[in-house]
């Protein structure tokens, strides 16, 4: 009798520790994340980081400004245009310059066709801090002429070397493709008309 009630015991400590650790398992795979972000933080170096990136969806869609004048021109209706931000800190108290170097990869979708649009942006005199951000544009005629953004990458130098990368969606093969590409196409910010719109929110970019 005392064997089998200590067997008994023993059987049902086993099923309560088995209870416990099959429970505590599903709870563990309950708060694990089962994807990642389409674009992870890309931690630099020299304190420099990519917090985050826009690239398309309607955050990455801006309508023509429209300013008013005292002429009686009258205005077209106002288009969209593509905008690719990031948002980035730097840890230095100054930074005297940084080069942003974007691709933007574009898919006609009546032809099937990919274009490839280079860009390099400078800026200057950069304080340091968390809320910095960098844009460049596509213009609504581009966009009817060679499609939407599919894809887009930024690579950030610091006298020379490369501090920090980011694409969106989080897919390296656009690096290493060879494109059909046109330069002048992708613009900077001083280069459109968002060039007057909050003038204090973006650093001074490095004339060329």
């Known amino acids: ?7 008994s015991i023993l059987s049902a400590g086993a099923l309560v520790f088995l209870f416990i650790v099959t429970d505590a ?11 990642a972000s389409a674009v992870q933080p890309a931690a ?30 009258p205005q077209a209706q106002a288009r969209d245009w593509a905008r690719i931000a990031v948002q980035y800190e730097t840890d230095s108290e100054w930074t005297d310059e940084l080069e942003f170097r974007y691709t933007v990869l574009v898919k006609n979708t009546k032809t099937s066709t990919f274009v490839m649009f280079p860009c390099v942006v400078t800026y200057i005199d950069i304080p340091k801090g968390k809320r910095h951000t ?17 894809w887009a990458g930024v690579k950030v130098y610091l006298k020379g070397e490369q501090v920090a990368v980011a694409q ?4 390296q093969r656009p690096w290493t493709i060879s494109y059909k590409t046109k330069e ?19 650093e001074t970019i490095k004339p060329k």
């Open 134 to 150: 960098s844009t460049v544009f596509l213009r609504p005629t581009t966009l009817e002429r060679y499609g939407a953004v599919e």
């Open 168 to 171: 969106m969606p989080d897919d």
């Open 184 to 202: 002048g196409v992708l613009l900077n910010r001083d280069q459109t008309p968002f060039a007057q719109v909050a003038i204090d929110n973006y």
């Open 1 to 7: 009798m005392k064997i089998t009630a200590g067997l």
């Open 25 to 35: 398992f599903a709870q563990a795979r309950r708060v694990t994340p089962t994807a």
């Open 44 to 73: 630099g170096k020299e304190g420099v980081v990519i917090r985050k990136m826009e690239a398309y969806g309607p955050t990455a869609k801006i309508k023509t400004p429209e300013f008013k004048t005292d002429t009686s021109e």
